[in-house]
């Protein structure tokens, strides 16, 4: 059982130690980090190319984005 609990203790260890790690290198990747939630939030998807562009920029039609009003159109007449 002596064996079982050190095992158990080192990678108890091993986790708390990575979680310092992770926690210390926080400050410097917050930036990519939130830089990519601003994308997320302000991104549309075109259903038709599937290119992301701009929500502002993006073309909405019937519930769904556009990249361009091409695209609109050419997915318009598939349907
Ligand atoms: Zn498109």
Redesign the pocket.
């Known amino acids: 059982m002596g064996l079982i609990r050190l095992i158990i203790l080192g990678i108890v260890v091993y986790l708390v130690w990575q979680l310092i790690k992770r926690w210390q290198n926080k400050p410097s990747s917050r930036v990519s980090h939130t830089r990519d939630k601003r994308i997320d939030g302000s991104m549309a998807r ?1 259903d ?2 599937g ?1 992301f562009v701009p929500k502002d920029e993006a073309i909405e039609a019937n519930g769904r984005h ?3 009003e091409a ?1 609109r159109l050419a997915d318009g007449k598939d349907q």
């Open positions: 075109c038709y190319c290119l556009y990249c361009s695209h």
